[in-house]
């Protein structure tokens, strides 16, 4: 007799708290479409604004085009073959270095993170080599690669590894020390350590860290191939600029950029997944 009693109680108890759930959730969405709708107001007046002094000869550089000129420039290339050629060739590279560069880095992180030795004996040369910039490898890679994709993949798995490592080891530095009571309580081998313990807790350092890379992975691939690989939308620009076609220009600049936002959207949209990456790394922002 006493079962139903407890069920039912527990419906009573339970639905409250969903409706709670859905109040909440359904402002918190509200509330980030605003700040979409806010955030988009100050571009679209740049470009009302870079309008008007277009027309009205205020800015009276021949070599800017107008936003009318840029998105007539940008409706060709959509239809273009060379242009989704370029693109796809940019998104090939940027995504396998970043990957490769992820996946070296955190192997790295994890090293200097978990075993002390092997902090001491290379951190001085992390530092060293995480302080060249990766655009003064761009003719060595060159040399070594030639003007290949490969050389790409190279320059982008370079900016994207030394983010992801420091990220890591200092996330894994940071677990509490209560954590780690509770790993030796438990007598956790290293593996079962790292896989349940550091990593969750160094995840949403790395989950910045990732979005930091991805963006220098394709900040670097367009200097790759505006340098030396005769590919992708890096070559395309210049080849925008040999042809004096400032308006195609803007437009490969405009598409870098909603690239960019779509890549860090691709990082937003996988953050939930990570156990609290987005309460502590802002990957909601």
């Known amino acids: 007799m006493s079962a139903p009693t407890v069920t039912a109680a527990r419906g009573d108890a339970s639905a409250p708290a969903t409706r709670s759930v859905i109040t909440r959730e359904r402002p918190a969405r509200s509330g980030r479409a605003r700040r979409l709708l806010l955030g988009a107001l100050p571009p679209v007046a740049l470009v009302v604004l870079w309008q008007i002094a277009k027309s009205t000869g205020l800015l009276a550089y021949d070599s800017v085009p107008s936003p009318i000129d840029v998105a007539a420039a940008l409706g060709e290339l959509l239809v273009s073959a060379v242009f989704w050629d370029a693109v796809t060739h940019t998104l090939l590279a940027v995504f396998a270095g970043w990957a490769i560069g992820s996946a070296v880095g955190l192997v790295l992180g994890v090293a200097l993170g978990v075993w002390r030795g092997v902090r001491v004996w290379s951190m001085t040369s992390v530092q060293v080599l995480r302080a060249i910039p990766a655009i003064a490898f761009v003719s060595l890679a060159v040399i070594v690669f030639s003007q290949t994709l490969q050389m790409e993949i190279v320059i982008a798995a370079w900016v994207a590894v030394w983010p992801v490592a420091i990220s890591t080891m200092q996330g894994i530095l940071g677990v509490s020390p209560l954590h780690r009571e509770v790993a030796h309580s438990l007598r956790l081998s290293t593996a079962a350590r790292v896989v349940k313990i550091d990593l969750p807790s160094a995840a949403p ?65 996988a953050a939930p997944f990570v156990p609290g990456a987005i309460r502590r790394s802002g990957a909601d922002a």
């Open 205 to 269: 350092s790395v989950l910045v860290a990732l979005r930091l890379s991805l963006g220098g992975a394709l900040a670097l691939a367009i200097v790759a191939e505006m340098i030396g690989n005769p590919a992708g939308i890096g070559y395309q620009l210049v080849q925008q600029q040999l042809g004096l076609r400032p308006d195609a220009m803007f437009a490969y600049v405009i598409v870098t950029g909603f690239i960019g936002l779509g890549l860090n959207a691709l990082i937003q949209a």
